[in-house]
């Protein structure tokens, strides 16, 4: 935790900034773009940027949220534009591509910043995200350690098969699991990164699976779905769990030495920091880095007390 401290010290101090000559005394407008809020993480994303916005007396945002429907999150885009914005912050996971609008952002000459998901074809001017695959890594080594390098695994997916996101994930779970006796098992349905979802997919491969030793989903509102019906199933002493972003809701559970007993850190208010700072950077006229990538920090029962921010929106 302290490291992740002095690193956020010195990505705030490289990125200070003066607004340019032309921005003194007036707004300055930023578009916030986010595919859908439908999901914890998603909304939590928008409210951290908000309320790092709302740090800047200047500031002001408008928010576009393109309720999963692709075309609108185009149409939002050049709404945006057409009102004037002097920047965008973009979270559009788990869309790998958006020529058009980003064509239209460049003819604009307006910056813009993506956090969490990276587009694929690089058109952004700046990136602050995860390295889901070594975070999930980390967690593959919680897991064998817990496990004892035996027993059945189950892995619950987001979805849809081509998230590239989620499988990061997974596979630098596997990455450290492949070298151990543990027994994989994927659930074949989708949990859709909703608690609802973990609780479905659990009840039904609870009832398929006799043994199921721990459970990694590949986002933490799953897990904590699948841990509410390992409990209805009254299994929670014979099951662990370990999700992935750092959830509060996950982090307490931890905390208080339930079956949850891990989870990877993807820190939706850290993120929503470096990415304001970065596109107001970027309007002063100033170079920043084009990606910038959060440490590693897998949340256990030893160090969840420093990470968990009770006042997190998240």
Not at 50 to 56: L, T, Y
Not at 192 to 205: A, L, N
Not at 290 to 295: E, G, L, R, Y
Request: glycine residues 10%; charged residues 25%.
């Amino acid at each position: 935790m302290k490291r992740l401290l002095m690193w956020l010290a010195v990505v705030a101090s490289g990125l200070t900034f003066a607004l340019p000559a032309s921005a003194q005394g007036r707004e300055l407008k930023i578009g916030i773009v986010t595919l859908q809020m439908r999901a914890p993480y998603f909304i939590a994303m928008v409210r951290s940027l908000e309320a790092e916005a709302a740090k800047h007396k200047h500031v002001s945002v408008m928010v576009a949220d393109g309720g999963g429907d692709v075309a609108k999150v185009s149409s939002d885009i050049e709404d945006l534009l057409a009102k004037g914005v002097d920047g965008l912050i973009m979270n559009i996971s788990p869309l790998e591509a958006l020529p058009g609008p980003m064509a239209a952002i460049k003819k604009a000459g307006k910056p813009v910043v993506l956090v969490n998901r990276k587009l694929a074809g690089g058109e952004y001017d700046a990136w602050v995200g995860v390295d889901n695959l070594a975070i999930g890594a980390g967690l593959g080594e919680t897991i064998v350690s817990h496990m004892g390098g035996k027993g059945v695994l189950m892995m619950m997916r987001g979805g849809p098969a081509d998230n590239s996101t989620g499988n990061a994930r997974r596979e630098g779970v596997l990455s450290k699991v492949k070298s151990s006796r543990v027994e994989v098992v994927v659930a074949p349905e989708f949990g859709r990164w909703s608690e609802d979802g973990g609780i479905r997919v659990m009840e039904d491969m609870l009832a398929k699976h006799r043994q199921i030793d721990a459970v990694f989903c590949e986002n933490d509102a799953m897990c904590l779905g699948a841990q509410k019906a390992i409990a209805d199933a009254k299994r929670e002493k014979a099951i662990s769990v370990f999700g992935f972003d750092g959830q509060k809701a996950a982090i307490e559970q931890i905390m208080k030495g339930t079956n949850y007993v891990a989870t990877g850190q993807n820190s939706p208010e850290v993120i929503a920091r470096i990415g304001l700072e970065k596109l107001l950077a970027l309007i002063a006229g100033r170079t920043v880095p084009k990606d910038t990538v959060t440490p590693v920090v897998v949340v256990t029962k030893d160090n969840a007390t420093k990470v968990l921010n009770p006042r997190s929106v998240f």
